[in-house]
């Protein structure tokens, strides 16, 4: 048994425990105690652990009415007796009968009327039992010891709980982010197109930061954005940028024809992505069927696949669209070619629990019909889901996220590009990304488009803590890299 923290220093505590050993008549039991809290957390995360898995199990027995058919439960043959808990990751139990509360009850007193329990927490621990780091391994490593690199108790480590039974988020080597900056996020009602040569600045930065693939925007628009998309394509080409370039359209082979010839006429790949209403409210407002809806599509997707593009297939409002509009939509775009199908969460009505259906739906489907295609997730932040449904949707399979920076798009937004690649850089998920521009990223794009970013806007905003963000940002950088220049994470 461990006292630790400043129960290690009550003298009192401990004889109470002890009388409570030996009237419970409880054998072999070593109480010992360490003056870092930090082991106690550990300690009763395991214990709380294991005692909810137990209990739960425990219920589950009960309702499904097989009580007897199992023989790990408490007090059955071959269980652990009745009041003896298993720890995951501990050895041996931890037994909870005959342990009395003090006969003096603190509860009521206040703190400065408690000096025997809490004045070692309060002073640095540095009146604890001594001999608790030397315990032995008798027990089988029973009693908990610091690391050898533990360091002085004086100053203990900061204590992380995200490492506690951590369920670490898995994506794929190959998963890519599709920055939609300059597509979706200049429809934001609040901003302003910028002048070509902020645009280029950007397309530079997000090159740097890693991004796969870069929006540019909707060439069959007009003709001021089908030239700034030129020479954008340019610039890729002239630099030899290994970001690649996609531009968006309707599912009208109007707007996909301004995509072959930008490609034509700067000489790299363009990916299509050609996009279309299939939820029930579109159908009903645009008074279109499905078989209009699907003659649409298939008409746009030949015209981009017979001219070489890399053609992505965006259902608008997948996340409200029925399955079998789904299904039928997405076999007539794969049966004629399609290199990927975008699911769109356009209102943001997804849920964790929508984003993984939708995704394993559409794997399941592409497997049953023999086909296989990249899965594209787009969402935006009407509900403040959209960041953590990106990264929700990296885990459970998809190969490109979408995003932009600051968030900035339709309506109230997207998923904010700088945070997804920092979040997943903390987790140590994106090791070979060099963040080293962040920070700047969001500062042009801000300008760029005339954009306020809020005071209290994480990483950046004026209320950040300055300390905590520089460390943060020395964790998110490479580690070769020697101290980050101060003017990359200097707030707005």
């Known amino acids: 048994m461990l006292l630790t923290g400043g129960l290690a220093a009550d003298d009192g505590l401990r004889a109470c425990v002890e009388e409570a050993v030996v009237k419970a008549k409880i054998k072999n039991v070593e109480i010992r105690s360490h003056e870092d809290s930090v082991y106690a957390g550990s300690l009763g995360a395991a214990l709380w652990g294991g005692y909810r898995a137990e209990r739960l199990r425990q219920r589950e027995v009960s309702r499904s009415g097989r009580r007897r058919a199992s023989g790990r439960r408490l007090g059955a043959p071959g269980g652990p007796p009745p009041g003896v808990l298993h720890a995951p990751g501990l050895p041996?139990?931890?037994?909870?009968?005959?342990?009395?509360?003090?006969?003096?009850?603190?509860?009521?007193?206040?703190?400065?009327?408690?000096?025997?329990?809490?004045?070692?927490?309060?002073?640095?621990?540095?009146?604890?039992?001594?001999?608790?780091?030397?315990?032995?391994?008798?027990?089988?490593?029973?009693?908990?010891?610091?690391?050898?690199?533990?360091?002085?108790?004086?100053?203990?480590?900061?204590y992380?709980?995200?490492?506690?039974?951590?369920?670490?988020?898995?994506?794929?080597?190959?998963?890519?982010?599709?920055?939609?900056?300059?597509?979706?996020?200049?429809?934001?009602?609040?901003?302003?197109d910028p002048p070509i040569e902020?645009?280029?600045?950007?397309?530079?930065?997000?090159?740097?930061?890693g991004i796969a693939v870069a929006n540019i925007g909707l060439p069959g628009s007009n003709q001021r954005a089908f030239d700034d998309c030129l020479i954008l394509c340019k610039e890729v080409a002239r630099h030899n940028m290994p970001i690649k370039i996609s531009a968006a359209g309707r599912t009208v082979v109007a707007d996909l024809k301004p995509m072959v010839e930008l490609s034509q006429r700067a000489g790299i790949p363009i990916e299509a992505y050609t996009f279309v209403g299939?939820?029930?409210?579109?159908?009903?407002?645009?008074?279109?069927?499905?078989?209009?809806?699907?003659?649409?599509?298939?008409?746009?997707?030949d015209v981009g696949v017979k001219n070489g593009l890399e053609?992505?297939?965006?259902?608008?409002?997948?996340?409200?669209?029925?399955?079998?509009?789904?299904?039928?939509?997405?076999?007539?775009?794969?049966?004629?070619?399609?290199?990927?199908?975008?699911?769109?969460?356009?209102?943001?009505?997804?849920?964790?629990?929508?984003?993984?259906?939708?995704?394993?739906?559409?794997?399941?489907?592409?497997?049953?019909?023999?086909?296989?295609?990249?899965?594209?997730?787009?969402?935006?932040?009407?509900?403040?889901?959209?960041?953590?449904?990106?990264?929700?949707?990296?885990?459970?399979?998809?190969?490109?996220?979408h995003g932009t920076a600051l968030g900035i798009g339709e309506r109230v937004g997207n998923a904010p590009m700088e945070l997804m690649l920092f979040n997943l850089k903390m987790l140590g998920l994106l090791e070979n990304y060099d963040l080293s521009r962040l920070a700047e990223y969001c500062e042009k794009s801000a300008d760029a488009m005339g954009w306020t970013v809020p005071p209290s806007y994480p990483f950046v905003g004026t209320d950040s803590d300055q300390v905590h963000i520089n460390a943060l940002y020395t964790a998110a950088s490479p580690k070769s890299e020697p101290t980050p220049d101060p003017r990359a994470v200097q707030n707005l």
């Open 311 to 401: 053609t992505t297939f965006v259902t608008e409002d997948t996340t409200r669209s029925r399955p079998e509009v789904l299904g039928e939509l997405f076999k007539c775009v794969l049966d004629h070619g399609v290199a990927g199908l975008c699911l769109c969460d356009t209102v943001g009505h997804a849920t964790h629990d929508g984003v993984a259906n939708l995704i394993q739906f559409t794997r399941s489907l592409m497997a049953s019909l023999g086909h296989k295609a990249r899965i594209d997730w787009h969402g935006h932040n009407d509900r403040g889901l959209a960041l953590t449904n990106a990264i929700y949707a990296l885990e459970v399979g998809a190969d490109r996220v």
């Open 92 to 158: 041996g139990a931890l037994t909870l009968r005959g342990i009395r509360r003090p006969v003096k009850r603190l509860k009521n007193q206040p703190m400065s009327q408690r000096p025997s329990i809490y004045s070692a927490a309060m002073n640095g621990r540095n009146q604890a039992q001594k001999g608790s780091a030397a315990a032995s391994d008798a027990n089988g490593g029973a009693c908990l010891r610091p690391p050898a690199s533990a360091p002085p108790s004086s100053t203990p480590p900061d």
């Open 198 to 209: 902020k645009k280029l600045e950007l397309l530079h930065i997000m090159n740097d930061l």
């Open 278 to 301: 299939c939820s029930p409210i579109r159908a009903i407002a645009e008074a279109w069927d499905l078989e209009r809806i699907k003659k649409l599509s298939i008409a746009a997707v």
């Open 160 to 192: 992380d709980w995200n490492e506690i039974a951590r369920n670490a988020p898995t994506i794929s080597p190959n998963a890519e982010f599709l920055d939609e900056t300059l597509r979706d996020g200049l429809q934001n009602p609040s901003v302003v």
